[in-house]
């Protein structure tokens, strides 16, 4: 089985300050990765997928993520954040056996609440 | 392009009664369908998902039910609504099974259950 981990709920950060959303997962397979943003009141947006290849993953909206093997996470950064980029984020895996992939599994989310 | 409706947008229901929601996608075939259930701080939990036409997986026992009468519509089904069945159900689509790696998902707007 898969399981995600977003062990903060909620981070706090003022504009223009650096931001890093944590995410760690479990599986027993390969899988990709994925962080997902929600506005309030709407479906998921995808910022970025990680599937092979290069560790580091850039995204829409100046996000970036990457990927670490040995340490099963796949962490997301911004380098300098603004009042919109306020929403809930989502780390996601989806586990592949032999080329098929059918199930998303999301962590519980983390609230970014940029700050003026 | 591939779109994808979710209706209605909110719902208030009364403990007991049914429920039937629908969603739908246009523009691609043979996807992967996904409802995901959002209650308030316990991210995304996936309820049912389905590979082809009749072909539901079911994630956790509930008081739900899914079907998947064509190919490109899901509905998620209540006979007696429970006041535990409030929250935010999300419908999603993904490319199926084929030569495309990484399923990335794409989200309906959501429908906003309230059960009183």
């Known amino acids: 089985a898969q399981s995600v981990t977003q062990l903060d709920s909620q981070v706090p950060v003022f504009e223009e300050a650096p931001v890093e959303l944590r995410c760690n997962y479990s599986?027993?397979?390969?899988?990709?990765l994925f962080w997902y943003v929600q506005y309030p009141n709407q479906g998921l947006q995808l910022l970025l997928k990680y599937l092979s290849g290069s560790t580091l993953v850039k995204g829409i909206n100046g996000f970036e993520a990457e990927f670490n093997k040995s340490q099963t996470s796949f962490h997301l950064r911004k380098p300098s954040v603004h009042i919109s980029d306020t929403a809930e984020y989502f780390c996601a895996v989806s586990p592949f056996y032999g080329g098929a992939t059918n199930k998303l599994i999301f962590g519980t989310g983390t609230l970014l609440a940029v700050q003026p | 392009s591939q779109t994808i409706h979710q209706w209605p947008a909110t719902l208030v229901q009364p403990v007991g009664s049914p429920l039937s929601l629908e969603c739908t996608v246009e523009?691609?075939?043979?996807?992967?369908l996904y409802w995901y259930r959002q209650a308030a701080g316990r991210g995304l939990q996936l309820l049912f998902y389905s590979v082809g036409i009749g072909q539901i997986s079911s994630e956790v026992p509930q008081n739900l039910s899914a079907s998947r009468p064509q190919d490109r519509q899901f509905i998620l089904s209540s006979k007696k609504l429970l006041l535990s069945d409030s929250g935010f159900y999300l419908c999603?689509?993904?490319?199926?099974?084929?030569?495309?790696?990484?399923?990335?998902?794409?989200f309906g707007q959501g429908t906003r259950l309230t059960v009183v």
């Open positions: 999603a689509w993904s490319p199926g099974q084929g030569p495309f790696l990484g399923t990335e998902a794409f």
């Open positions: 523009g691609t075939s043979n996807p992967n």
């Open positions: 599986s027993s397979v390969s899988v990709y």
